[in-house]
């Protein structure tokens, strides 16, 4: 059971992160397997009432990782926790599968201090770098919450939010696929600023295309001995 567990959170990095080169690279190298295999441990032993043996146990894994998850907290399966550094998940915090958290996330307590106190996340969702999900809130599933923000509001499903409070930004995302962007990113074509990039460039070589034909045509002009419109039209084309 654990050696499946570890056996597809390893193949998650590998298709998800592509930073990713090997088996053996990700199983002794990132913080995020250590983090959530530990977590395996420290939440056994928590719910089967070794209190202290499950608070030691993440103690460790905090110590070794950076990553703090209380032993209390529920994780889906293939979480990946990228980096892992500064990452805090609370003791009511619920994560589904196929989650992505990058470092220095925080699923922490807003105001509330005692029973459900921090979120719960769904499936498929991507929290960048920093962000804050603050408060017993749901974050929908396929959400994206782009980094630095601080989430205080539910976030509905399918949805991008991004600042400080966090608000959902206009565009609607595509819906699930099923492939994984990284960094939450839209592969979409019509979103890739590559793309976009190459576009304008395009039209750019045409108009300039345009103007070199301007000119020469008003060059021959003027060296067919053309009087002083020529010239002018060869001087406009060069302005232009
Ligand atoms: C939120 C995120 C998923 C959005 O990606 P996207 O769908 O491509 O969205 P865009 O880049 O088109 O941005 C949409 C709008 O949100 C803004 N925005 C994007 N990310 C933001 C962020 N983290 N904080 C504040 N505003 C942000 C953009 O400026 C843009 O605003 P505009 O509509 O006024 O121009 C992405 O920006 C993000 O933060 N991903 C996490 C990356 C990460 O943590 N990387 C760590 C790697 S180690």
């Known amino acids: 059971m654990a050696f499946m ?15 990713a080169r090997s088996w053996l690279e990700v199983l002794l190298c990132y913080p995020g397997v250590h983090a959530v295999m530990w977590h395996r441990l420290s939440h056994w032993l928590w719910t089967h009432g070794f209190r202290l043996g499950g608070r030691f146990s993440s103690h460790i894994a905090r110590w070794l990782t950076g990553i703090e998850i ?11 926790i990228d980096h892992g ?16 958290l ?17 979120p719960t996340v ?18 929908g599933d396929n959400a994206r919450i782009g980094s630095n923000a601080v989430v205080l509001e539910p976030v509905p499903a399918d949805t991008t939010v991004v600042g400080i409070p966090a608000r ?7 819906p699930a696929k099923p492939h994984f962007d990284p960094y939450g ?11 976009r990039d190459l576009e304008g460039m395009r039209s750019e070589l045409a108009e300039l295309e345009t103007r070199v034909a301007r000119l020469a045509s008003a060059q021959n002009g003027q060296s067919n001995g053309q009087s002083g419109a020529a010239r002018r039209s060869a001087q406009t084309a060069l302005t232009k």
Do not use: W
């Open 168 to 174: 959902p930004v206009d565009r609607k995302l595509p």
């Open 5 to 19: 567990f570890l056996r597809e959170t390893i193949q998650i990095y590998r298709e998800r992160d592509p930073a």
């Open 102 to 118: 990058y470092h220095q996330v925080t699923l922490g307590v807003a105001r509330t201090m005692g029973g459900k106190r921090h």
């Open 185 to 195: 990113i839209p592969c979409d074509d019509s979103l890739d600023p590559l793309l």
């Open 70 to 80: 209380h032993p209390a907290a529920r994780l889906g399966r293939r979480l990946v």
């Open 122 to 139: 769904g499936n498929n969702v991507i929290i960048g770098a920093g962000a804050k999900v603050l408060g017993p809130i749901t974050v």
């Open 85 to 100: 550094m500064g990452v805090v998940i609370g003791e009511t915090a619920e994560i589904g599968d196929d989650c992505y």
